[in-house]
């Protein structure tokens, strides 16, 4: 399919090139010398009247500025002319746009002519939505109102869209009056947009399919969901982490307006929404590394640096200490805590956002997290992922400051998932206020997937058991301190390797690592109507139910006492008199737990009176409470949202459209070698 996909592009730029703007129409126009207005940087900045903007620009290299830049759009007829020449302030370029039409779309670009001659067109930098030959796939099927792409203009590559006089969205009381779980206390539903949604419901791989989704989630008790990338990234179908602009929402989600109902949602039931943000690296498709390009011209970019100064980079590199990067860093936090009303982030590889000398991170950090989350939204979340060499040094510096750190402690889960107990299976990195720890997140892979092919005992062999263990990992999990996360389908034992696609469940390919997965709810699966999922993710919504809406406020101070030990069999958790975990961890043998004394309650058993001692099944999981609260309780955890797709008695709806075809429970359409959805978007 990225064949395929690549090929379409590479024909789109090939087709468009024939038509670049004409540069004789401009060749004697000189550029006039004149100061931005206050203000003024790089960026979009509409006027208050609705009918006029002010475009600026940065273009230069580390030597020199350019020699000219027009602007090449719909307010242009697509042709360079004298009239929309950008007046020249040092290394920015600027224009004011008047008498447009209010709540009118338009489209553009930057053409640039640099110091040495070469010509570039460029999207802009600050764009807060983005149009791409690609449209006619995926984005326009899932936002019929995006304007179609200028075919045959002169456009290359990625364009922007603006609108003068945009209507503002009308947020609900429970956004505007959102009050933010604690910090030290979430529980977090990490998730990718295009996996969790792909299916029958019309809506796969898109913002409305999550809308569909809430439910579930909600049930689930967790307080937040953190996205993977939405900011502008390559191609349709992608992981995010490979950003080309960070102001625009990716358009193959959904619309400006759907995301926003999205986050008007999670709010209106109690839960944050939090957004993985991609600083440390851009693709060749950003503006400003289009403008001097990956390669020899790097070396002239401001913008990025040649080489890393750091571990793990990716792409290209930005170098934080360059002012006008740093600031646009600063500006696009501002802007999706006040625009899209947002809760926080969790900034990938943070410890590469350095300038072009290591070890400058931190600073940088404080930085972004002084001036653009806290200047404008101080109890926003800004969770960091803070790996390398220098991370037991800074990672401490950071929390102290309020920053959290992601805690990877998912190899001690899947230890205990597989029935090791052994050196390394402790979950005590997981008891920290400041860190975010997890059994799985995207990167790592599944706990059952592990247990299924390396389990002790008959783990390997016996579902019922395997799956027993779920809660046990997700209850010594979320009900430790601090802060922690579920990645989608933990909670009903999701077990197919993370180096698998959706047609190779059964691979261990590394290059499918960021490929769509095998549907839970495909037709067969049947995960949502099985006895054991349905009863880990009852336990699970139960526990972490318990610390998000039961007993909050006692899970905001810290244990009373522990045990959680690398190789441990029995492992316990204290909560005062308030609540008292225990889990038997082993494979074979029972384990006898003693209650503490005064008054407890078996929650997890309809909360009945509880005395004395208990004898734990191997896997087997208990939670006491010293009061009488009840457990949520759940009829159908399937509803609607998941319920697979049956193939029609009649297919006479898809009659001249090609070959129906049912894979991995979704109904498509074969035509040649193309597979599209039966609602014409292709997928292949």
């Keep these: 399919m990225r064949k395929l996909f690549l090929?379409?592009?590479?024909?789109?730029?090939?087709?468009?090139?024939?038509?670049?703007?004409?540069?004789?129409?401009?060749?004697?126009v000189t550029p006039i010398e004149k100061a931005r207005p206050a203000g003024v940087t790089n960026g979009i900045y509409y006027g208050a009247d609705g009918t006029s903007v002010t475009l600026c620009t940065y273009a230069a290299s580390k030597t020199q500025s350019a020699k000219r830049v027009f602007l090449l759009g719909d307010m242009t007829d697509w042709k360079l002319s004298a009239d929309y020449q950008l007046y020249k302030d040092g290394n920015y370029f600027w224009i004011t746009l008047t008498g447009l039409e209010s709540g009118k779309e338009y489209r553009y670009?930057?053409?640039?002519?640099?110091?040495?001659?070469?010509?570039?067109?460029?999207?802009?930098?600050?764009?807060?939505?983005?149009?791409?030959?690609?449209?006619?796939?995926?984005?326009?099927?899932?936002?019929?109102?995006?304007?179609?792409?200028?075919?045959?203009?002169?456009?290359?590559?990625?364009?922007?869209?603006?609108?003068?006089?945009?209507?503002?969205?009308?947020?609900?009381?429970?956004?505007?009056?959102?009050?933010r779980p604690n910090k030290n206390n979430l529980v977090i539903y990490?998730?990718?947009?295009?996996?969790?949604?792909?299916?029958?419901?019309?809506?796969?791989?898109?913002?409305?399919?999550?809308?569909?989704?809430?439910?579930?989630?909600?049930?689930?008790?967790?307080?937040?969901?953190?996205?993977?990338?939405?900011?502008?990234?390559?191609?349709?179908?992608?992981?995010?982490?490979?950003?080309?602009?960070?102001?625009?929402?990716?358009?193959?989600?959904?619309?400006?307006?759907?995301?926003?109902?999205?986050?008007?949602?999670?709010?209106?039931?109690?839960?944050?929404?939090?957004?993985?943000m991609v600083f440390n690296h851009a693709t060749g498709l950003n503006p400003m590394n289009k403008l001097y390009p990956y390669?020899?011209?790097?070396?002239?970019?401001?913008?990025?640096?040649?080489?890393?100064?750091?571990?793990?980079?990716v792409y290209e590199d930005w170098n934080h200490g360059f002012e006008p990067a740093h600031e646009m860093f600063i500006r696009a936090l501002k802007y999706w805590l006040t625009e899209y009303k947002?809760?926080?982030?969790?900034?990938?590889?943070?410890?590469?956002?350095?300038?072009?000398?290591?070890?400058?991170?931190?600073?940088?950090?404080?930085?972004?997290?002084?001036?653009?989350?806290?200047?404008?939204?101080?109890?926003?979340?800004?969770?960091?992922?803070?790996?390398?060499?220098?991370?037991?040094?800074?990672?401490?510096q950071?929390?102290?400051?309020?920053?959290?750190?992601?805690?990877?402690?998912?190899?001690?889960?899947?230890?205990?998932?597989?029935?090791?107990?052994?050196?390394?299976?402790?979950?005590?990195?997981?008891?920290?206020?400041?860190?975010?720890?997890?059994?799985?997140?995207?990167?790592?892979?599944?706990?059952?997937?592990?247990?299924?092919?390396?389990?002790?005992?008959?783990?390997?062999?016996?579902?019922?058991?395997?799956?027993?263990?779920?809660?046990?990992?997700?209850?010594f999990n979320v009900l430790l301190n601090g802060s922690h996360m579920l990645w989608m389908w933990e909670e009903i034992g999701y077990d197919f390797s993370i180096n698998c696609d959706?047609?190779?469940?059964?691979?261990?390919?590394?290059?499918?690592?960021?490929?769509?997965?095998?549907?839970?709810?495909?037709?067969?699966?049947?995960?949502?109507?099985?006895?054991?999922r349905v009863a880990a993710f009852t336990k699970c919504a139960q526990v972490i139910t318990l610390r998000t809406q039961l007993m909050p406020s006692v899970f905001e101070g810290n244990p009373t006492s522990v045990v959680v030990g690398s190789g441990a069999k029995l492992r316990k958790i204290q909560w005062g008199s308030n609540v008292f975990v225990a889990a038997n961890f082993d494979v074979t043998g029972n384990q006898a737990v003693t209650l503490p004394s005064g008054t407890w309650y078996d929650y997890l058993n309809g909360a009945t009176p509880a005395y004395g001692t208990y004898t734990l099944a191997p896997g087997e999981l208990k939670v006491f409470t010293g009061t009488q609260v009840a457990p949520p309780t759940f009829t159908n955890i399937n509803k609607r949202d998941h319920t697979p797709i049956e193939l029609p008695t009649s297919d006479s709806s898809l009659k001249g459209r090609g070959e129906k075809i049912l894979k991995d429970g979704q109904l498509l359409i074969r035509r040649g070698d193309n597979i599209y959805t039966v609602t014409g978007a292709r997928v292949q």
């Design 7 to 28: 090929s379409v592009i590479v024909l789109c730029v090939l087709a468009m090139s024939a038509y670049a703007a004409n540069w004789n129409d401009v060749k004697d």
């Design 109 to 179: 670009q930057y053409a640039i002519e640099r110091a040495d001659g070469v010509k570039k067109q460029i999207s802009d930098l600050y764009s807060e939505k983005v149009l791409h030959p690609d449209d006619q796939y995926e984005p326009k099927t899932v936002d019929p109102t995006l304007l179609d792409y200028p075919v045959n203009k002169g456009a290359d590559g990625y364009v922007t869209v603006i609108q003068p006089g945009k209507p503002k969205y009308e947020w609900s009381e429970a956004t505007l009056n959102f009050k």
């Design 190 to 276: 990490e998730l990718w947009i295009y996996d969790y949604t792909t299916g029958s419901n019309g809506y796969g791989g898109s913002l409305k399919g999550l809308m569909k989704r809430l439910d579930y989630i909600q049930n689930l008790g967790v307080n937040a969901i953190e996205l993977m990338p939405i900011c502008e990234f390559d191609g349709n179908y992608n992981w995010g982490y490979s950003p080309n602009h960070y102001f625009a929402p990716d358009r193959a989600y959904g619309s400006e307006e759907m995301y926003k109902e999205f986050i008007d949602e999670c709010h209106k039931r109690g839960m944050a929404v939090i957004l993985d």
């Design 295 to 313: 390669g020899t011209e790097l070396a002239n970019n401001p913008w990025f640096n040649v080489t890393a100064p750091h571990s793990d980079n």
């Design 342 to 396: 947002v809760d926080g982030f969790r900034l990938d590889l943070s410890h590469g956002l350095c300038s072009d000398k290591p070890n400058t991170s931190v600073g940088n950090l404080k930085d972004y997290y002084d001036k653009g989350v806290k200047a404008v939204s101080p109890d926003a979340y800004m969770i960091l992922e803070h790996w390398g060499g220098n991370m037991g040094i800074e990672r401490p």
């Design 398 to 475: 950071l929390v102290s400051y309020g920053m959290q750190c992601w805690n990877n402690t998912s190899n001690a889960y899947c230890q205990t998932a597989m029935g090791w107990l052994k050196e390394g299976d402790g979950f005590g990195d997981a008891n920290k206020d400041g860190y975010v720890s997890y059994c799985e997140s995207h990167d790592e892979e599944r706990m059952q997937y592990k247990c299924k092919k390396y389990g002790n005992g008959d783990l390997q062999t016996n579902t019922a058991a395997r799956l027993g263990r779920i809660a046990e990992n997700v209850a």
């Design 502 to 532: 959706i047609d190779h469940p059964n691979a261990e390919n590394e290059s499918y690592r960021c490929s769509k997965k095998p549907r839970p709810d495909a037709i067969g699966r049947n995960y949502f109507s099985n006895k054991d």
